[in-house]
């Protein structure tokens, strides 16, 4: 399949719009057009959340912000990957990662205190959680993946999407940044090797994380507010 591509700021061409969506191209448009407003509303709370954070306790949990929209040939390979219908309703009933934002936070609590904020909002619904920071995944890689719905509000309508959070600290996602690039070269004669110096990886950034955990407790104490231990 012809990689597609994307403008800068991230609007496909017609053109480049796989041949099962041509028919419906400008529809198309108009649903990526939706997922990028749901990912300003969500980019927006968090932002808010950020300066109201830095005013009361005089430091910022959330490090920077990255966003994203699935590429067209990535939307489509998972509709058939997962045997999904090939359609734009089939995009958005069932593919929960179109919109994806990721967030970077300095310490492993301000994690899960972001995630409490954001989906404490009234606006915001909650549809999953998984929790790869309590719950590693084999290779090591941790981080809090949310999938929330968010209203966006048209001219004629409001339309619920829904936008992927992930949540880590900034050596989490180090290490996601490089695995990415080293695992998904092509033909490692020591993948197994490899696999293993990565997982070994993860578990000392783990545990400089947990360090620096307590590093902080004993610089801020309780003035960061209510985080989880």
Known sequence: MEKLTQNPNNEFDLLNIPD?????????????????????????????????????????????????????????????????????????????????????????????????????????????TKDYIQNPKENGYRSLHLIVEVPVFMSDRKQPMQVEVQIRTIAMDFWASLDHQLRYKKDLENAEQISADLKECADIITATDQRMQIIKYQIYGDESGNFLN
């Open 20 to 128: 099962a969506f041509n028919d419906q191209a400008h529809l198309y448009m108009e649903l990526m057009m939706m997922y990028r407003c749901a990912i300003r509303e969500v980019q927006t709370k968090l932002e808010v959340l950020n300066d109201e954070f830095s005013v009361r306790y005089q430091r910022n949990p959330i490090s920077f912000i990255k966003t994203r929209i699935k590429s067209p040939d990535s939307i489509l390979k998972k509709l058939q990957s997962k045997g999904y219908e090939i359609s734009l309703e089939s995009i958005h009933c069932n593919l929960h990662d179109v919109a994806g934002i990721r967030v970077i936070c300095s310490f492993i609590d301000d994690i899960y205190e972001v995630a409490r904020m954001l989906t404490s909002q009234d606006d915001i619904i909650l549809i999953e």
